[in-house]
């Protein structure tokens, strides 16, 4: 009765499942602060840490330099995937953080890059049907096949996104009181406003940093969950119309026209895991880049003030 039940729920393969601990897991054991200890979206996200860190070092061994003993061919990236990951990693890098960060880019690339690589591969991971060959292959439990222990979406559940964002925030409040200091850290907090406003302003510009790194959990969160969704729903049509007609020829026929519009959304699901792991990075990027002190927007402000004075900038002729 579960697997018809779990069939006809589109939700079913995006929600996450206990493993240990909590009601339906697969395994009786302790719980933690009244959750499972274990989930397969935990177990998701350690195979997708491990997975997207084997590959990116080894792109990295392909992209750096080789022996003087390979001549020119020394300077080529060898391998496919790794050649992929050099060019997404220059643009990235050269046409997004660069322009936003300046000179601080060296110093959150690597924090921007994992974020980029690390959702994109938990995105990539939920379009590989890892559950349906579990639910295919796998024991039984209590005489039904619910096993379940990796795949899924990751990325479809909030509390993942939610862990994302608040290593986002850390990083753009760490950097708000490196480049503007203490003083100019509270100085963001007030927006330069009369110390009569300040009641009004400080809640809000609080809740405006707590809003930022929310609507990147929602955002990714909403985006994943809707389209693996409506994957499901598009999947279950050729059982709905069986179960109300029980007419092999509108079953096939209205199977054909699911199956077709499925795999065009499995495309458009490829291009939404690339765009949303994309917009995750970028709009980190911007909220850092808010929070930075650039140097030449001091210069140029103090060039607009000796102008307005009727001075020259020092060196002129």
């Given at each position: 009765m579960l697997p018809l039940l779990a069939a006809s729920n589109p939700t079913h393969h995006v929600m996450d499942k206990p493993i240990i601990g909590g009601e339906g897991a697969l395994f009786q054991g302790p719980e933690l602060f009244g959750q499972p200890t274990l989930t397969m979206h935990m177990v998701t996200l350690v195979v997708a840490a491990i997975v997207s860190l084997l590959v990116l070092l080894r792109a990295a061994k392909s992209i750096s330099?080789?022996?003087?003993?390979?001549?020119?061919?020394?300077?080529?990236?060898?391998?496919?995937?790794?050649?992929?990951?050099?060019v997404f990693t220059l643009f990235l890098v050269e046409n997004t953080i660069r322009?936003?960060?300046?000179?601080?880019?060296?110093?959150?690339?690597?924090?921007?890059?994992?974020?980029?690589f690390f959702v994109l591969t938990c995105n990539l991971m939920g379009l590989?049907?890892?559950?349906?060959?579990?639910?295919?292959?796998?024991?039984?439990?209590?005489?039904?096949?619910?096993?379940?222990?990796?795949?899924g979406t990751a990325t479809a559940n909030l509390s993942v996104t939610l862990g994302l964002a608040f290593i986002a925030f850390i990083a753009i409040q760490y950097q708000g009181f490196r480049s503007l200091g203490v003083k100019g850290y509270l100085s963001h907090l007030t927006g330069g406003a009369p110390l009569a406003l300040l009641p009004m302003m400080v809640p809000l510009e609080i809740a405006g940093m707590l809003i930022k790194p929310a609507a990147l959990a929602i955002r990714l969160f909403a985006n994943m969950f809707?389209?693996?969704?409506?994957?499901?729903?598009?999947?279950?049509?050729g059982m709905l119309a069986y179960q109300a007609t029980e007419s092999i020829a509108v079953t096939g026929a209205i199977s054909v026209v699911s199956i077709i519009a499925a795999i065009a959304i499995s495309f458009l699901e490829l291009f939404v895991a690339f765009l949303q792991a994309f917009i995750f990075m970028f709009l980190t990027t911007v909220f850092l880049g808010q929070m930075t002190h650039h140097h030449e927007h001091d210069e140029h402000h103090e060039h607009d003030t000796d102008a307005a004075k009727g001075l020259e900038p020092a060196g002129a002729h």
């Open positions: 330099t080789g022996d003087e003993g390979e001549g020119m061919y020394r300077y080529l990236t060898k391998g496919r995937v790794s050649q992929l990951i050099e322009p936003i960060l300046k000179e601080d880019t060296r110093r959150f690339v690597p924090i921007l890059l994992s974020l980029f590989i049907p890892f559950l349906d060959v579990q639910h295919v292959i796998g024991p039984d439990v209590d005489g039904q096949k619910i096993w379940t222990v990796f795949g809707a389209g693996h969704t409506m994957m499901a729903v598009l999947a279950m049509f």
